[in-house]
């Protein structure tokens, strides 16, 4: 079993920048895929970004050019940097990461606010 823990979350102005970091609980070895994701309330989870299995990356279309996926090391998988942040980029952020053979784990997420 793993746990992954967000981190990097808080209160943005506008047109700034945050980055998010995925710490889990053990070395996470054998990833097939990882990424972020959001919840923005009362709508569904959706994929902000991610590496695929053949380290392609795949990227919302709403953060196209204003998000940078980074792979850091078997501990901290996956970070997310973000510039140019808009209010509608405010949600709750998730690190994911999913194994060969199919095991999903999911992090309790993070808030990120977007206001002025």
């Known amino acids: 079993q793993v746990q992954l823990e967000e981190s990097g979350g808080g209160l943005v102005q506008p047109g700034g920048s945050l980055r998010l970091s995925c710490a889990a609980s053990r070395s996470i070895f054998s990833i097939a895929t990882m990424g972020w994701y959001r919840q923005a309330p009362g709508k569904q989870r959706e994929l902000v970004a991610r590496?695929?299995?053949?380290?392609?990356?795949n990227y919302a279309d709403s953060v196209k050019g204003r998000a940078t996926i980074s792979r850091m090391n078997a501990k901290n998988p996956v970070h997310l940097q973000m510039s140019g942040l808009k209010p509608e980029d405010t949600a709750v952020y998730y690190c994911n990461v999913c194994l060969v053979g199919g095991t999903c784990y999911w992090g309790q997420g993070t808030q990120v606010t977007v206001s002025s």
């Open positions: 590496f695929l299995s053949g380290g392609d990356t």
